[in-house]
């Protein structure tokens, strides 16, 4: 079973008229080079970081990941699951990992 490509979002810091912005970015392959793409500015580091702001950001990057990877991993075969409910209208799901499948490595 072969790897699948998916996009890749993170987040960068840049520095313009001296402050530190961050911003949503996502890595796009146009033919054999790999640009960034920005999604969205997310705002000056520092007022986000004073008003809490950034703390959320990161609580939420950090559980978008984790789900974003189950999904992955579920998508690739490598868990089988099966839906046993739903709460606020998100799905929930029982999984179990399948022995016979290895993850994906770097070349």
Not at 11 to 33: D, F, I, T
Not at 40 to 62: C, T
Not at 75 to 84: H, L, N, S, V, Y
């Amino acid at each position: 079973m072969g790897c699948s490509n998916n996009i890749v979002m993170f987040v960068v810091e840049r520095v313009a008229r001296g402050h530190r912005y961050l911003y949503l970015v996502e890595s796009v392959r146009e033919g054999k080079v790999v640009r960034q793409r920005t999604i969205k500015a997310l705002g000056r580091k520092d007022v986000l970081a004073a008003s809490g702001e950034l703390d959320r950001l990161a609580s939420s990057i950090a559980r978008h990941a984790e789900r974003s990877v189950i999904l992955s991993d579920i998508d690739a075969g490598k868990i089988t699951a099966q839906r046993i409910g739903g709460v606020n209208g998100h799905p929930v799901l029982r999984a179990k990992a399948t022995p016979s499948v290895t993850r994906c490595r770097a070349a």
